[in-house]
């Protein structure tokens, strides 16, 4: 077998990235590592009781709304008529469903895992927001990528963390904020993204260091490495994705066909 | 030559006569059939024989006199016996008389014709005739005709064996018949017993037919609709005395059905049927003389209450058992607390039934004893009822807990489908992914968490009272 020399090509579908364009892609990875960090640092405080549930649920509310606004506002209800088609009313009964459900389950929630040790719902729930982070869908067309699962895992973990808090009312106002938090957030940050980019820019920026301030609270050393983390993701690895880029070597061309020259015969005796 | 003289065993006893059989002249022997006994008019005998020769085309005659006397010999008795060859005509005449109790017989031959009257050599062979009739050995076989002198001697044998089976009709008549003629031979012997299953048979037909319209009549309210609605069928189906009964009733009708077996299978079958119900009952007869002796009802009633309370005190350790920390397992606390108080009160109800109970539980046991007539089966049935009954709160125990870790497996199994964004379609019979609504998610998930995190304790509950109920 050989190949036919004319018609060998290289890097057909290899794309030119621009540093810029990268950078602002790699904005969705930072967004969601920083709502991670934004969830767990709240948790930190509802169980050591310098955050109060009831502010936390203002505050959440609060910012449901205005986001709830915003959300239309960026597209001027373009997209609530034409795309999903669902009606204010619709959502209405959605958050009544989530209210009423988290709440009547709260008490559950509470005695959960109460004989489990603390080590294991720990890891548990470090390993399924890991997983929530592995399958989030960043916009990359890739098999593994599944909101569904992602979603699943992030709720899963919030009910394992939330089990842990001291109070009913704790859980329940835990598991509210992990749902505004990694499933209306989300949503609002693609429109964004696609409406507005400065000022998805902006809100990822400010976001991030939101995030950096609540950690660097809890710990400071926490703080510095998650700044790196989110540094390196952001400007190390664009830089690597172009550098290496340059290396790309991948060869496109028709295979010739075999062809049997010499005389089997002899194979054949 | 040697004279032979075939006699039945089964005349040996009969009273004085004349010997009917045949003359097979070619091997100078005699075979005895029946005796027929006085008074006879000599007319009527030989008329008689002629008609039998016709049907049987055997030559049968009278061969002699047999006299069986229980006083002293009497001379004219004697005499008129020798008188008797004189009017059947028979060369030669055997004459065997028997004396009492002695076993010494006296047996002579009388040669009219003869102008030798040298002395005879006679042997006397007993047989069976019953046994000679129904043996196979009689159709004279092919191979008779050979020259082989073993096969004369056998063709010798055989022509005895056919007489015997081919005057079957002469065994028809007997001394109990109202003809004319007295006959002595294999069936006049144990008559008594044969009138009693002749008249077993002639009653049983008319008690067929009562058992069977009784049977038809209780299977009809059996089968009546009132019984078939649902509690009630259910309950029939659970109870081990109902299907007993049931198998019962189809047994008697089997047997108790006026049409004749087919076969020889289910004759065998109908009969086997038929003892094991005797043994059945016989047993159950003698289970329930043994029961009904000696108060052995109270003692059996006394002793049920302490064990049920035994037995309710050892679940409830159990109980306290798993309602702590059982085995050091993480089980859920508040769960643990609710599935135990409701089997514990579940309990605590059965052990104040049970109670309330007691004062009527010797009576029960008395009224339910008798059903041991109906057989030792039906009994064993009722009392493994009566133990199923006792030991229900098991049962139902082993049924939550069963139930409830179904319903939880099965909600797991598909809250984990949901959990990974696929479903299970039913149409295709295979697992499609689906996109959910974000409330379906959340609902899902939340639930399925709390699923997972119940479910070593309801797997506890459900394994300790499986086992509790397979392995008491």
């Known amino acids: 077998a050989g190949t036919g020399s004319g018609e060998l090509r290289k890097n057909v579908h290899a794309r030119r990235y621009r540093y810029r364009a990268v950078v602002f892609q790699s904005g969705a990875v930072v967004q969601q590592l920083c709502s991670v960090c934004v969830f767990v640092v709240t948790w930190w405080y509802m169980d050591a009781g310098m955050l109060s549930p009831q502010g936390l649920f203002g505050a959440a509310l609060v910012t449901s709304l205005l986001g709830y606004v915003l959300f239309d506002a960026v597209d001027g209800g373009a997209g609530r008529r034409e795309k999903s088609g669902r009606t204010r009313w619709a959502d209405l009964k959605s958050t009544l469903v989530f209210a009423a459900f988290t709440y009547g389950f709260s008490p559950v929630l509470k005695t959960l895992t109460e004989s489990i040790s603390t080590d294991t719902i720990y890891a548990m729930s470090a390993l399924m927001l890991l997983g929530h982070l592995i399958f989030f869908d960043y916009g990359a067309n890739a098999a593994i990528v599944s909101s569904t699962l992602s979603l699943n895992m992030a709720i899963f973990a919030s009910v394992c963390l939330a089990s842990r808090l001291p109070r009913s009312l704790h859980a329940f106002v835990m598991v509210t904020f992990a749902m505004q938090i990694f499933a209306l957030w989300p949503m609002l940050q693609k429109k964004l993204k696609a409406r507005t980019p400065r000022c998805y820019v902006g809100v990822t920026v400010l976001f991030a260091l939101a995030a950096l301030g609540g950690l660097a609270t809890v710990s400071s050393v926490g703080a510095v490495l998650f700044a790196s983390l989110l540094l390196a993701i952001s400007c190390l690895c664009p830089y690597c994705l172009i550098r290496l880029q340059l290396l790309k070597d991948n060869i496109h061309g028709p295979w010739d066909e075999a062809e049997i020259k010499e005389d089997l015969s002899r194979f054949l005796m | ?472």
């Open chain 2, 1 to 472: 030559m040697v004279l032979k003289v075939f006699f039945p065993s089964c005349c040996s006893s009969a009273e004085s006569g004349i010997l009917i059989g045949r003359w097979i002249s070619e091997q100078n022997s005699a075979v005895i059939l029946a005796v027929v006994h006085f008074p006879f008019i000599p007319v009527q005998v030989k008329q008689y024989l002629s008609e039998v020769q016709r049907v049987t085309k055997v030559s049968v005659s009278v061969l002699g006199s047999w006299s069986n006397s229980k006083q002293e010999k009497e001379e004219s008795l004697s005499e008129f016996l020798e008188d008797l060859g004189t009017i059947f005509s028979h060369e030669p005449w055997i004459q065997i008389s028997k004396e009492g109790d002695s076993k010494f017989w006296s047996c002579s031959t009388l040669q009219k014709h003869s102008n030798n009257p040298k002395e005879e050599e006679i042997i006397l062979v007993y047989y069976d005739q019953r046994k000679v009739m129904l043996s196979h050995l009689h159709p004279p076989l092919a191979t008779a005709t050979s020259t082989d002198h073993n096969a004369d001697d056998a063709s010798k044998l055989s022509a005895v064996f056919d007489t015997v089976a081919k005057s079957k009709i002469l065994f028809m008549t007997d001394r109990y018949d109202d003809g004319p003629i007295k006959l002595t031979h294999w069936q006049s012997d144990g008559v008594e017993a044969s009138i009693i299953v002749e008249l077993m048979k002639q009653a049983s037909v008319p008690a067929c037919m009562l058992l069977t319209f009784l049977l038809s009549l209780i299977s009809g309210i059996c089968r009546s609709r009132v019984l078939k609605f649902w509690p009630l069928s259910f309950l029939w189906s659970k109870l081990s005395t109902c299907e007993q009964l049931g198998h019962r009733l189809q047994h008697l009708q089997v047997i108790s059905s006026n049409k004749k077996a087919q076969n020889q299978t289910q004759l065998m079958r109908k009969a086997n049927i038929f003892v094991s119900l005797l043994i059945d009952v016989a047993l159950g007869i003698l289970l329930m003389s043994w029961l009904y002796r000696k108060n052995r009802i109270g003692h059996l009633a006394d002793t049920l209450i302490p064990v049920a309370d035994h037995v309710a005190e050892e679940l409830q350790d159990l109980l306290q058992w798993l309602m702590g920390a059982p085995a050091g397992l993480k089980m859920n606390r508040a769960l643990d607390q609710v599935l135990g108080r409701f089997f514990l009160y579940h309990i605590h109800l059965w052990i104040s039934y049970i109670h309330l109970m007691s004062p009527f539980i010797e009576m029960i046991l008395w009224y339910v004893g008798l059903s041991a007539c109906l057989g030792l089966t039906v009994a064993l049935c009722i009392l493994s009822d009566i133990i199923a009954l006792l030991t229900f709160h098991i049962y139902c125990f082993y049924v939550y807990g069963a139930r409830l870790y179904c319903l939880k497996i099965y909600g797991l199994s598909s809250l984990w489908r949901l959990f990974r964004g696929k479903k299970w379609n039913v149409l295709r019979q295979r697992v499609d992914s689906c996109s959910y609504d974000l409330d379906q998610l959340f609902i899902g998930t939340l639930l399925f968490t709390i699923l997972l995190f119940l479910l070593p304790t309801t797997a506890l509950y459900y394994l300790v009272f499986t086992l509790v109920r397979f392995n008491p």
